[in-house]
């Protein structure tokens, strides 16, 4: 079977799954199984055929399980948002379709060399600062939960830092490419634009209070650092940097920072305020047990219809996922996202050129740590921070974010397998 077969094949298999979640929650709602519960797979389905299309089109040498694990997570999410708040899985399922859109745009545009970008890693290192910088701005900027991540324009609303993540990676990653052999022998003035533009984005950050986006622009930076010059001694300078900062941050820093501190430490301590999203996030997982509640019998609201579980459909997902999936459900749902994370290092492997290497690198270490911040911070292994679940939690900004980072996976992943198998 060809790879985009294999990936046909998968697809349909996850809109028969998106058609049986649906259905299970139509059935714990309403004991019927309605149309709509098919039509959100007939939906799915074309959708997705959409992306496929286009992929057998522009990349069909690319991996042929990281559109259909995306798929599976997108599935997932829009199932359990549909089971949370109905019109915002309607709006979800909008902005699914514009990030397949934006999925096709870069494929299309950029598949005959993606390596281009090299030559505008400048000014996609500024862009990057400055999308950033706009939440701050005081006319468009908006502050939600204590952060300006939010960019308003008339009707519409979303935060630029999601693609402000990806610039900065190709311009971590072009630099990297370029300037690696003399970064590796420790030539300060080499690492001067390298660290004004990821100094500028942090700082940025810190201003705006999006502590959850500065620690994964800092892990990522790390990461690539050490993946281009093979020197432990800089990722091990950089979490010392790391532990220092965070202390004084502790210290001199928001009250914000306190908070988030106080309420992952001990959240009982503080469960009418700081705390009391956290506790309801543990009270959820706790209630799925091994095997769950079941697809839309989870408890979320209360007797009279408020939110149990602040931010439920958004930072806490996973929190409902866990309910209704049980310690097992909750599980797989992890797999899949290292089952994703697994195929973009074997992207990264295959990649036969310094600037491919590192981007997928850069890409598919983003995308884990996104995860394990927002998950860990769920559970409280680390402090609680307000970015999204990748391709599961709902927003337009991260959905359209996560699927034009998947397109820089499969242009990787395509031109390494083609030069593979050519002779």
Known sequence: MSLRNRELFALVAVAL???????????????????????????????FAAAH???????PAADPYLLPLAGLLTAIGVVEIYRLQPDDALRQGVWIVVGVGAFAAVLLALRRDYR?????????????IVLLALPALPVLGQRVNGARLWVHVGALQFQPGELAKIFLIVFLAAYLREKREVIAQGRPKDFGPLLAIWGAAMLVLLETNDLGSALLYFG??????????G???FPALGLALFVGGAALLYEYGPQRVHERVAAWLDPWSHARTIGYQSIQGLYSIAAGHFGGAG????TFTTTGGSSLIPYVNTDFIYAADA?????????ALLMLYMLFTLRGMRVALLAQDGFSKLLAVGLTFGFALQTFIIVGGVLRIIPLTGITMPFESYGGSSIVANFVLLA???????????????P
């Open 17 to 47: 799954l998106t058609g049986l979640g649906f259905a299970s929650v139509y059935i714990a709602q309403q004991d019927v199984i309605s149309t709509p519960s098919l039509s959100y797979a007939v939906f799915f389905l074309g959708v």
């Open 53 to 59: 299309f286009v992929t057998r089109l522009a990349v």
């Open 116 to 128: 281009v970008l090299e030559s505008y890693k400048y000014v996609l290192g500024i862009s990057s």
């Open 220 to 229: 990522i930076f790390l990461a690539l650092l050490y993946v281009a010059t």
């Open 231 to 233: 020197r432990p001694l």
């Open 295 to 298: 697809l839309g019998k989870g």
């Open 323 to 331: 309910q209704e999936l049980g310690l097992i459900g909750a599980a």
């Open 408 to 422: 820089g996976l499969l242009l990787v992943s395509n031109r390494a397998n083609a030069q593979s198998a050519s």
